[in-house]
């Protein structure tokens, strides 16, 4: 099993920054890749970006590009979420998901899930 735990979300102004966690633990050694999601009210959940344990590549969703960066700490088993240039429309709560194979965008492919964390942008 494999637990994920987010820290770092709350409220902050347009156009401001935010850094969210992800700390794993358990049979961590098995993760390949690791993701961050979203899901704002009466929408379903959607693909933020991902990150490949092992090389570091990642992903990004079209409309976070340029703006949030994920980024991993392999000693710490740790993956960041650096979100800049906040717009009311990020508002959401932020959940981490971790899987065995490749990295994908569909979040019905993710094994495991964190509680989320909720973040709020105001305007």
């Known amino acids: 099993q494999v637990q994920l735990i987010e820290s770092g979300g709350g409220l902050v102004q347009a156009g401001g920054s935010m850094r969210l966690s992800c700390a794993t633990s358990?049979?961590?050694?098995?993760?390949?890749?690791m993701g961050w999601f979203r899901q704002a009210p009466g929408k379903e959940r959607e693909f933020v970006a991902g990150?490949?344990?092992?090389?570091?590549?990642?992903e990004y969703a079209n409309s976070v590009k340029g703006r949030f960066t994920i980024s991993r700490d392999n000693a710490e088993r740790t993956i960041y979420l650096q979100m800049n240039s906040l717009k009311p429309e990020d508002t959401a709560v932020y959940y981490c998901?971790?899987?065995?194979?490749?990295?994908?965008?569909?979040?019905?492919?993710?094994?495991?899930w964190g509680q989320g964390t909720q973040v709020t942008v105001s305007s």
């Open positions: 998901a971790a899987r065995f194979g490749a990295l994908v965008v569909s979040s019905t492919a993710y094994t495991y």
């Open positions: 358990g049979r961590t050694s098995s993760i390949y890749v």
């Open positions: 990150i490949r344990w092992n090389g570091g590549s990642t």
